[in-house]
């Protein structure tokens, strides 16, 4: 982007560069493998770019849809998720915001059992491991913690 930007590449072509890097990041990554076919909908804060809907058309060569409640569909989705899980247990596993005052602590660790030496994040709530994450093969993070 800076060597762009030195030999004289427009500010729009530079950005339209990058919106449509991080649109190939997103689909070689997290839509890798799975089919996707029009009508888009696109949704979440990032759906207010316009470069970032254009890049997406541009790549899928479909109709993108911007819903006009984009940025919320995701916390509306996760409440109803949550109405369905109370339905069937009685219950959701939410602690309540009071969570924000906890002793919370953060550390990550590199793995020694294989080459890939991942990094492993460990999160821990009152001194109890509640989550891990990181590692390739699951050693760590499918081991059981409190919750």
């Known amino acids: 982007m800076i060597h762009k930007q030195q030999v ?3 500010v729009e072509e530079i950005v339209a ?3 449509s890097a991080l649109v190939r990041n997103y689909l070689n990554n997290v839509a890798k493998g799975k089919e996707l076919l029009p009508t888009v909908v ?3 804060g990032v ?3 316009l470069g ?3 890049a997406f058309q541009k790549a899928l060569g479909a109709e993108i849809v911007v819903p006009e409640h984009f940025s919320v569909m995701g916390a509306v989705g996760a409440a109803m998720l949550a109405q369905e899980e109370v339905a069937v247990k009685g219950k959701t596993s ?5 969570v ?3 002793d919370n602590e953060a550390q990550s660790f590199q793995c020694p059992h294989c080459p890939n030496q991942c990094e492993v994040v460990e999160i821990k709530q009152e001194g109890k491991v509640i989550a891990r994450w990181g590692d390739r093969c699951g050693r760590w993070s499918s081991v059981e913690v409190a919750v």
């Open 8 to 10: 004289g590449y427009p």
């Open 17 to 19: 560069g990058l919106c």
């Open 42 to 44: 696109f949704q979440g």
């Open 47 to 49: 759906a207010a770019n």
């Open 52 to 54: 970032m809907r254009q």
């Open 94 to 98: 939410f602690k309540g915001l009071e």
């Open 100 to 102: 924000a005052e906890w």
